[in-house]
């Protein structure tokens, strides 16, 4: 007894491991099918083992491990998994394929993958409930301790690999096992919408007067009341039209956007103008927006940025300190017009997190209402069809 626990207290000093911690070269358990293929999984506590490899899924045999803190040496047996216990604790369902990362495609995903699935511990969100004023938002706080092997994991689970890539596959009694050697680019790095408004819609939760029914992920301020009939479709394009409260008001959106890889986004609005929404009204006024982006940086601080037409024009006054006719953004009003609004370079990742917690896009009108030149010229009747995300792949 006493010389297992010297073996344990020799490693811990020998790694520097203290209780609790997670080291990058040392989270991952590598396991081994009966014909010699090696998978990657995670612990579920990080409280014990950090690496573990075995001969094959029948009998247990050690051939590293690495000790955190107090953890007795007989808890290493607890992280052993046969095949049908994997299958089991991922959730995969009856007569389905469980999809894990084969050894040789760890490191080159990992490394692939890169910066982008970059994770804070720390995270500042919108919250649109309790927010009242959408140009100063309910900010909550949000602790994670999510990283990017977690992410792809789970990501490998989610794949729908070709059969090619497959290279091993093991039966168990509701399925199979396999283990899967590269993760296809265009699963994770994709363009991201805020667009399904008849999936987005909810009706009203109460028969009184004063609740009003919405879309799921956006809030809306100075508006009419949102109802099922406030989702229309002309050419094919869907879009959900917000009215103002009065003719003094100025509707204003606060949208939850896709959870993000930590990457650079170009953003665009795809706007439905009067005329083209309605075939009796020859109208050419235009919509007149600004856009600001609520997200947290990587110390998990509440940030904003300010997009602005101005500096995509000149190069100058990058996220000004104010949002005003100087900045804001006009659409075509001939056809279905998709506005490119700028580039943003997301600090830290929330794909993957708790659902909550994502940024928070903000968009306002800059019209003066009792401004007759202003009425004339601009709608404050928002017609929205889609907000785009593309990101901005690197060269090769």
């Known amino acids: 007894m006493k010389k297992l626990l010297l073996t344990?207290?020799?490693?811990?000093?020998?790694?520097?491991?203290?209780?609790?911690?997670?080291?990058?070269?040392?989270?991952?358990?590598?396991?081994?099918?009966?014909?010699?293929?090696?998978?990657?999984?995670?612990?579920?506590?990080?409280?014990?083992?950090?690496?573990?490899?075995?001969?094959?899924?029948?009998?247990?045999?050690?051939?590293?491990?690495?000790?955190?803190?107090?953890?007795?040496?007989?808890?290493?047996?607890?992280?052993?998994?046969t095949a049908e216990s994997l299958y089991s604790r991922y959730g995969a369902g009856s007569g389905q394929c469980l999809y894990l990362p084969a050894d040789e495609a760890w490191n080159p995903t990992l490394a692939a993958?890169?910066?982008?699935?970059?994770?804070s511990d720390k995270y500042s969100y919108v919250n649109l409930s309790m927010t009242t004023n959408p140009s100063n938002p309910t900010i909550i706080k949000w602790n994670t301790t999510m990283r990017s092997e977690d992410r792809m994991l789970s990501l490998f689970r989610e794949s729908e690999p070709a059969s090619d890539d497959i290279v091993s596959r093991q039966t168990v009694i509701d399925g199979e096992v396999c283990a899967v050697k590269r993760l296809p680019r265009e699963q994770w790095y994709r363009t991201l919408t805020f667009a399904d408004w008849a999936e987005r819609y909810q009706e009203a939760e109460s028969s009184s007067p004063v609740m009003t029914g919405g879309f799921q992920g956006l809030k809306a301020f100075s508006t009419e009341t949102i109802r099922k009939?406030?989702?229309?479709?002309?050419?094919?394009?869907?879009?959900?039209?917000?009215?103002?409260?009065?003719?003094?008001?100025?509707?204003?959106?606060?949208?939850?956007?896709?959870?993000?890889?930590?990457?650079?986004?170009d953003f665009y609005c795809v706007v439905v103008p009067e005329r083209t929404a309605y075939a009796d009204v020859d109208s050419a006024r235009q919509n007149a927006m600004n856009f600001r982006l609520y997200y947290g940086n990587e110390q998990g601080?509440?940030?904003?940025?300010?997009?602005?037409?101005?500096?995509?024009?000149?190069?100058?006054?990058?996220?000004?300190?104010?949002?005003?006719?100087?900045?804001?953004?006009?659409?075509?009003?001939?056809?279905?017009?998709?506005?490119?609004?700028?580039?943003?370079?997301?600090?830290?990742?929330?794909?993957?997190?708790?659902?909550?917690?994502?940024?928070?896009?903000?968009?306002?009108?800059?019209?003066?209402?009792?401004?007759?030149?202003?009425?004339?010229?601009?709608?404050?009747?928002?017609?929205?069809?889609?907000?785009?995300?593309?990101?901005?792949?690197?060269?090769?």
């Open 8 to 81: 344990a207290l020799m490693l811990i000093i020998l790694t520097g491991f203290s209780y609790g911690q997670r080291d990058k070269n040392y989270y991952t358990q590598i396991v081994r099918l009966t014909d010699g293929t090696e998978l990657r999984i995670l612990p579920d506590n990080v409280t014990g083992v950090s690496m573990v490899r075995a001969d094959d899924y029948e009998h247990l045999t050690w051939k590293e491990y690495v000790i955190h803190g107090n953890a007795p040496l007989d808890s290493l047996r607890s992280y052993w998994q």
């Open 113 to 119: 993958m890169g910066s982008l699935f970059r994770y």
């Open 229 to 265: 009939d406030n989702i229309q479709t002309v050419d094919g394009t869907t879009f959900a039209v917000f009215y103002p409260s009065n003719s003094r008001a100025k509707p204003s959106l606060l949208m939850e956007l896709p959870q993000t890889l930590s990457t650079t986004y």
């Open 301 to 396: 601080n509440a940030m904003s940025y300010n997009f602005s037409s101005d500096y995509l024009k000149t190069g100058l006054n990058e996220n000004p300190s104010s949002l005003n006719k100087t900045t804001m953004f006009v659409n075509d009003t001939t056809c279905v017009d998709t506005i490119y609004f700028g580039r943003f370079t997301m600090p830290v990742a929330t794909d993957g997190l708790d659902p909550s917690v994502r940024p928070v896009l903000y968009i306002s009108m800059p019209v003066n209402t009792s401004l007759k030149a202003d009425v004339e010229k601009y709608s404050t009747t928002l017609r929205l069809a889609a907000i785009i995300m593309k990101p901005v792949e690197p060269e090769d």
